[in-house]
Every structure is written in structure tokens, then in C-alpha cells.
């Protein structure tokens, strides 16, 4: 049976999955402990009921809690050929400059700079932001606006590879 020339070896085939960056934003632990807290206002309420049924309401609480933040929890993930924000994909051919915020800044990317128009992933326990414009002219969307930890790994992700 001939070899088909198509056929190359896992190893040495360029991929465009592969991931140049990935990030959680997972809540910070004042979160966590917020969650608790919040989740002990059921053993304060069915107590009088009964104490029994309080620490129940109360564990059912925080295990609602969590599981809507761990789900809520969005990713972002830089490949050769997508960005991937949240729910959000987009091809790279599309990305434009990129630029990160901290502090004051950030804070006003959010606010009184923010566009109308542009798409963003926030998470209040994430200070620093990354503003990526888009260049899709089919897209009314000017940029992206995504909270990230690490807003100079990812810039790095995003540079055109060449």
C-alpha cells in the first residue's frame, strides 16, 4: 500500500491549538470567604426551625455559591490562530494593537473611557485589564476589554508571530 504524502508525523505538524496562553479568573479568597459568610445567613435563618436544618440551608448555600462561581469562572486562551475570551472566540487575523491597564487606568478603561460598543469580560477581584482592538470590518465591536492577572504574559501571547 503506497504512503500518502499527506501523512505527517504528529511532531512535526505545525498546530494551531496550541495553547500560547491560558488564564482562569478565578474569584480571589475575600471571595470565598464573602461566599461562606453569606452562606451562614441560612443556618441563621431555619435555626429556630431547627439547628440541624440551619447548618443544611447553610451548606446548601455555600455549595450553590460555588458551584456558580466555579462555572461562572471565564478562561482566556491565546492560540496561533484564536483568542478566546469567556464565551467569546475570535480568529487573531482580526486582532489589532493590544494594550494593558493597571490601577487608575484600568479603572477608567472600565468607566468613563468604556465603549458602548465593546466587548468585555470583568471581574471586580482582577484590577489589571488588556484592551485589544478588533479589525474586522464586518464587526462593530472596537475592541475587547478582558480583566487578566497577567496582563504582560498575555500581550506577549498576542504579538504577531512571524
Given amino acids: 500500500m503506497p504512503e500518502s504524502s499527506a501523512a505527517v508525523p504528529a511532531s512535526n505538524a505545525p498546530s494551531d491549538a496550541a495553547v500560547l496562553y491560558?488564564?482562569?479568573?478565578?474569584?480571589?479568597v475575600w471571595i470565598w470567604l464573602v461566599a461562606a459568610g453569606l452562606s451562614s445567613a441560612g443556618i441563621l435563618v431555619f435555626a429556630p426551625i431547627s439547628l440541624a436544618a440551619g447548618i443544611t440551608a447553610g451548606i446548601v448555600l455555600f455549595v450553590i455559591i460555588v458551584v456558580l462561581l466555579v462555572v461562572?469562572?471565564?478562561?482566556?486562551?491565546?492560540?496561533a490562530s484564536t483568542l478566546r475570551v469567556?464565551?467569546?472566540?475570535?480568529?487573531?487575523?482580526?486582532?489589532?494593537?493590544a494594550a494593558a491597564f493597571r490601577g487608575k487606568e484600568a479603572t477608567a478603561e472600565r468607566g468613563t473611557r468604556l465603549n458602548g460598543l465593546a466587548f468585555t469580560c470583568f471581574r471586580g477581584w482582577v484590577d489589571p485589564v488588556v484592551r485589544i482592538e478588533i479589525t474586522d470590518p464586518s464587526d462593530r465591536t472596537p475592541y475587547?476589554?478582558?480583566?487578566?492577572?497577567?496582563?504582560d504574559r498575555l500581550l506577549a501571547a498576542l504579538r504577531p508571530r512571524n
Fill in 72 to 79: 461562572s469562572t471565564p478562561t482566556i486562551t491565546v492560540t
Fill in 22 to 28: 491560558n488564564e482562569k479568573l478565578w474569584p480571589n
Fill in 86 to 97: 469567556g464565551r467569546a472566540t475570535i480568529e487573531r487575523r482580526f486582532l489589532g494593537a
Fill in 144 to 151: 475587547w476589554l478582558t480583566s487578566t492577572r497577567n496582563p
